[in-house]
């Protein structure tokens, strides 16, 4: 969790102003000397010394305030404050959050602010206390106790964060709402008693409907479908106004093959959340596998409407105003904090690291968002594709065969279909995207949505053996055959379609790394390896994963933008 340093830049000021404060701080100063255990004349330099960025004096003069009139609330609360704000080490900024402990019965919001300070101090029970006293006092504080056990960005202290719940938990074992809490954050640091407190949330109160989404989205993420369908649906039931559940409810229904009732899901979220456009392409989706392809196609028009309404008519404006909005409650901390844990983090100040990585994850939705609803204007994309070395290409089709290109969910991927249609070479691309749209890209799409495992696979390797080009996202869900490989303590779904069109057919493949350099799209193609001659299939298959994974893993430790940290082994981590 970050502290921050103890003196902070003063407060805008002219010169006069600034003379003047100056003067008043003399002015005090020569007060307290007169009369040191006066608490208002400390109090008063603590607001001058604000104003002119002394945060040590701040700090230090709330303190005595407090210390010299322990009865006022309103001086514990600055102590507090001060604290948190310039407080030099976990210790001293704990001591000004349980200094504060008879206040908070009757001050909600002294105690919330004590409870952030005792969870900085590491300070586990008190701090579950003052969060408890909180709630006491006012329901709407449970969204501020939530807020104080997940206060810190970094993931290292999601244990500290659920000590806190749970201990929380402990002091008002009553509270299904607390009981909750414990579940989500437990199931924030991957804690197994999550679902003992799941269990404990129902129990306390049958109809909770929070508590029932929980348990389907865990579920889900664990791949349980019908115990999730089941979960989703009491939810629902429970508390029908949220769309959420219903996008859920749909992708589980998905993933068992109920189609038209995974559509109809999707549909219900869809009315409840009208204006985004994102939800109006999963219907699309969700339509096209249900055969509603009249129902599909205007939910994909209404999407790309919707979603061309927020664009300009230049990219590059588009781009650089995504530059200018970050908002980390956006990403997943899971996802950061695993990608984070990859790189090199003496060449990164975290704070920048972070936003230049939502920037590549926004750069490549406005890539997707110009390719659907902008198809007309593509040539404002592949204006800033840098000249591409198609010689492993070139090296691979040589051996008379198609080529399967390979890749994973980083990078500006979305526009990899345009630079491969600039090559002039036949290809096809396997891909979750509706296939509706003018792109001509799209032309070439084959969408899981409207494809089963045996067509994809039948179509692939048909192409293949006429000389076409597929690119495909390994880490994608395109195949429902796959198998578990551990990439830095996250299972990735991956197939081993590459390494068995290599050594059952003779198809060569490659590795295309997608990047963002200077403002331009970089892709480049690497070679993926072919059998030897005798070699054992479990034996290259191993190979070849593994040369697939050193490509991904030197790419994940490069620049931030060029993560994506949207699909593809992101959700894997986010699970």
């Not at 709630?135 to 106790?145: H, I």
């Not at 991927?413 to 396997?430: H, Y």
């Amino acid at each position: 969790m970050e502290i921050r340093a103890h003196d902070t830049p003063a407060m805008a000021t002219n010169g006069s102003t600034r003379r003047s404060l100056e003067d008043q701080l003399g002015t005090l100063t020569a007060q307290i000397k007169q009369e040191p255990t006066r608490a208002r004349l400390y109090a008063e330099r603590s607001m001058i010394a604000i104003r002119l960025g002394a945060g040590r004096l701040v700090l230090d003069d709330a303190k005595r305030a407090y210390r010299l009139a322990p009865d006022r609330a309103d001086y514990a609360r600055r102590w507090v404050v001060s604290a948190l704000k310039y407080g030099s080490s976990p210790t001293l900024i704990a001591e000004a959050g349980a200094a504060s402990e008879k206040f908070w019965p009757e001050d909600s919001l002294l105690a919330l602010l004590a409870g952030r300070a005792l969870v900085i101090g590491r300070q586990e029970a008190m701090a579950a206390l003052a969060l408890c006293r909180a709630m006491e006092r006012k329901r709407k504080s449970l969204a501020w106790c939530r807020t104080v056990v997940n206060a810190s960005e970094d993931m290292k202290d999601k244990a500290l964060a659920l000590a806190v719940a749970i201990a929380a938990h402990k002091r008002l074992p009553e509270r299904a709402e607390l009981a909750l809490e414990a579940a989500k954050v437990a199931d924030l640091a991957g804690d197994p008693r999550a679902e003992q407190f799941l269990d404990k949330a129902i129990a306390l109160r049958a109809d909770y409907a929070a508590a029932h989404r929980l348990r389907g989205v865990r579920a889900f993420e664990a791949g349980n479908m019908p115990d999730a369908i089941a979960a989703l649906r009491r939810a629902i039931a429970l508390k029908p106004e949220p769309a959420g559940p219903y996008e859920k409810l749909s992708k589980a229904l998905w993933r068992e093959g109920q189609f038209d009732e995974a559509a109809d899901a999707m549909l219900e979220a869809v009315a409840r959340r009208p204006e985004d456009p994102a939800w109006h392409r999963r219907a699309a989706i969700a339509l096209l596998s249900a055969g509603r392809d009249d129902e599909a196609q205007t939910a994909f028009d209404h999407s790309t409407r919707l979603t061309g309404a927020g664009l300009s008519d230049c990219l590059t404006d588009d781009l650089l105003l995504s530059r200018r909005s970050f908002d980390p409650k956006r990403l997943s901390r899971k996802v950061v904090s695993w990608a984070w844990s990859l790189a090199d983090q003496d060449k990164h100040d975290f704070t920048q690291w972070q936003r230049r990585a939502h920037r590549g994850l926004r750069a490549n939705h406005i890539l997707r968002d110009w390719i659907e609803a902008r198809p007309e204007q593509s040539h404002q994309i592949t204006a800033l594709i840098d000249p591409v070395d198609a010689h492993p290409l070139a090296e691979a089709r040589s051996l008379g065969k198609g080529v399967l290109i390979v890749g994973a969910h980083v990078g500006p991927f979305f526009a990899a279909p345009l630079m491969l249609e600039e090559l002039g070479f036949p290809w096809q691309w396997i891909a979750s995207n509706p296939p509706l749209g003018p792109s001509p890209a799209l032309t070439r799409l084959i969408s899981t949505a409207t494809h089963s495992d045996q067509e994809i696979s039948a179509r692939m390797r048909s192409s293949l053996e006429q000389g076409e080009l597929i690119y495909l996202l390994m880490d994608g869900r395109q195949y429902r055959k796959r198998r578990m490989v551990m990439l830095h303590g996250v299972a990735i779904s991956f197939p081993r379609v590459g390494a068995r069109l290599a050594y059952e057919h003779g198809i060569p493949s490659v590795y295309l790394r997608s990047a963002w350099q200077k403002g331009r799209l970089s892709f480049t193609f690497h070679k993926m390896p072919l059998p030897k001659a005798g070699e054992a299939f479990e034996l290259f298959d191993a190979r070849w994963t593994e040369r697939f994974f050193e490509y991904l893993c030197k790419h994940l430790a490069g620049a931030p933008e060029n993560l994506t940290l949207s699909g593809g082994i992101w959700d894997a981590v986010r699970r």
